[in-house]
């Protein structure tokens, strides 16, 4: 059996179920696996509902239906199989499709994972656009939601653009369909559909470009020298996308220039980016980065149906919802950014970490560490706790790290398994950003723990460092 026998497996059992119930992931992987599911689960006159979970724990469970519907679980459930199990689910009422480490348990249920086959660049939102494809090739359409769940979850950030099936299979789907627009060597920069330049410039950390990164006066300088036009007439400040050829050329060579300069590489400044030619310029719908932000905002404020009503083309009341959530969104991720800077982490060895309490919703402290890392010792990874609302005995935590430490054999994900169920709780994720739930009271043990397994991890890659 291969990973194409695995998805015709799946198709199959899908296409046979009189009802499907699909249990997703809040963020915007999980979010897109649900839209492009259940569209093409419907498309078939399949009966289907749909359950959002934070996670899929203990806690969770008794959301998903006791009932005789096929469940399929997307972006979560390969490595909770004993929870299925435990609950009693047999092998024909279950269909994983994950990207996540997959755990043994006692049951052989039908699961389609990219990761054992070697496909790491791959997120579930793909692997559910394959299953789509499978049961009818004119769902085609939903490549480009497929796309936007990859780039989500950061499927395109360590190479600089989607590799292997998600860029071979998905992208040119999108591609033929004329729904998604690939530009080969854009800037490497969020924001290109709404922000300012100067601001995209300023709020851009990968890489860090010396007097522009972090510096918004900075950068808007660097352009005014360069002789570029930054606004219209009647005052509006242009974004990347209304920015000339030429002048983008000249933005490019001079940031190329300052990188060599201060003696930094130059192999992140250009990526691949995928953009939407069907969406209304300048909005957050443009781009699959700025798209995928809108969802996670979506998911991280528990309204996720919000998210998925925008990718099934509701451009109403679900746009204007999810508008609102962005902005509050980055408003708290603001406050987050600046509550960890002004109070300052404790330094390990191998980590750097810091315990924000109660203060802010368990939900968005992965992305809040992710951001810090670029204002504190990015050669450390960065780990976070913080209080769980529904089991005050829980703790969360989240670990954010950068492609380099990665390169240098550090991998999240398999440091907060390994740590977590040595205090019996759990733990998942990707080599560059993971989390786990423990017991409150191992808080401080944990902390150290994880600084022990990176130590091991830095030193079985690098013997001559230590």
């Given at each position: 059996m291969g990973f194409c026998d695995d998805v015709k497996a799946a198709a199959e059992q899908i296409a046979a179920a009189p009802e499907i119930t699909i249990i997703s992931h809040i963020d915007a992987d999980g979010i897109a696996c649900e839209a492009i599911l259940s569209q093409a689960v419907s498309r078939q006159e399949i009966r289907v509902r749909s359950v959002f979970v934070r996670q899929l724990e203990p806690l969770t469970m008794p959301q998903v239906p006791s009932d005789s519907s096929l469940k399929v679980f997307s972006d979560l459930g390969a490595g909770q199989q004993n929870l299925l199990e435990e609950r009693g689910l047999s092998e024909r009422e279950v269909v994983i499709v994950d990207h996540h480490v997959s755990q043994p348990c006692g049951r052989q249920y039908t699961q389609v994972n990219c990761l054992p086959y070697g496909y790491s660049r791959m997120s579930a939102a793909g692997v559910s656009?394959?299953?789509?494809?499978?049961?009818?090739?004119?769902?085609?359409?939903?490549?480009?939601?497929?796309?936007?769940?990859?780039?989500?979850?950061?499927?395109?950030?360590?190479?600089?653009?989607l590799v292997g099936p998600a860029r071979e299979i998905i992208v040119e789907d999108g591609v033929r369909h004329r729904s998604v627009e690939v530009r080969k060597k854009d800037l490497n920069c969020y924001g290109t559909a709404t922000r300012p330049v100067h601001l995209s410039l300023a709020y851009n950390?990968?890489?860090?470009?010396?007097?522009?990164?972090?510096?918004?006066?900075?950068?808007?300088?660097?352009?005014?020298?360069?002789?570029?036009?930054?606004?219209?007439?009647?005052?509006?400040?242009?974004?990347?996308?209304?920015?000339?050829?030429?002048?983008?050329?000249?933005?490019?060579?001079?940031?190329?220039?300052?990188?060599?300069?201060?003696?930094?590489?130059?192999?992140?400044?250009?990526?691949?980016?995928?953009?939407?030619?069907?969406?209304?310029?300048?909005?957050?719908?443009?781009?699959?980065?700025?798209?995928?932000?809108?969802?996670?905002?979506?998911?991280?404020?528990?309204?996720?149906?919000?998210?998925?009503?925008?990718?099934?083309?509701?451009?109403?009341?679900?746009?204007?919802?999810?508008?609102?959530?962005?902005?509050?969104?980055?408003?708290?991720?603001?406050d987050l950014l600046q509550f960890i800077i002004d109070t300052g982490v404790k330094e390990l060895e191998n980590l750097q970490w810091?315990?924000?309490?109660?203060?802010?919703?368990?939900?968005?402290?992965?992305?809040?560490?992710?951001?810090?890392?670029?204002?504190?010792?990015?050669?450390?990874?960065?780990?976070?706790?913080?209080?769980?609302?529904?089991?005050?005995?829980?703790t969360k935590v989240s670990m954010r790290t950068t492609e380099r430490v990665?390169?240098?054999?550090?991998?999240?994900?398999?440091?907060?398994?390994?740590?977590?169920?040595?205090?019996?709780?759990?733990?998942?994720?990707?080599?560059?950003?993971?989390?786990?739930?423990?017991?409150?009271?191992?808080?401080?043990?944990?902390?150290?723990?994880?600084?022990?397994?990176?130590?091991?991890?830095?030193?079985?890659?690098?013997?001559?460092?230590?």
């Open positions: 656009y394959l299953i789509a494809k499978e049961l009818d090739p004119a769902n085609i359409d939903l490549a480009k939601l497929a796309v936007i769940g990859n780039v989500g979850d950061m499927m395109a950030r360590e190479k600089c653009g950390d990968d890489p860090f470009i010396t007097g522009i990164s972090n510096n918004p006066e900075g950068a808007r300088q660097f352009l005014r020298r360069l002789g570029i036009r930054q606004q219209t007439s009647d005052g509006r400040w242009l974004v990347w996308e209304e920015i000339p050829v030429e002048d983008k050329r000249t933005i490019i060579s001079a940031l190329a220039e300052q990188l060599m300069a201060n003696g930094e590489k130059v192999d992140r400044l250009l990526a691949e980016t995928y953009g939407f030619p069907d969406e209304l310029p300048r909005t957050p719908l443009r781009n699959a980065q700025e798209y995928a932000t809108m969802l996670n905002a979506c998911g991280r404020w528990s309204r996720p149906q919000v998210g998925s009503a925008i990718l099934r083309g509701d451009r109403g009341t679900a746009y204007r919802d999810a508008e609102h959530m962005l902005t509050n969104h980055r408003a708290i991720i603001r810091l315990h924000v309490g109660g203060r802010y919703p368990d939900t968005i402290v992965g992305i809040g560490a992710g951001m810090a890392l670029s204002k504190l010792n990015s050669r450390k990874p960065i780990l976070i706790m913080c209080e769980v609302p529904e089991d005050r005995n829980l990665v390169e240098r054999g550090i991998d999240l994900q398999l440091a907060l398994s390994a740590a977590s169920a040595e205090y019996g709780g759990g733990g998942g994720g990707h080599k560059i950003a993971a989390g786990a739930y423990i017991p409150k009271p191992a808080e401080k043990e944990f902390v150290e723990r994880v600084n022990r397994i990176l130590g091991e991890q830095f030193a079985a890659a690098c013997p001559g460092d230590r």
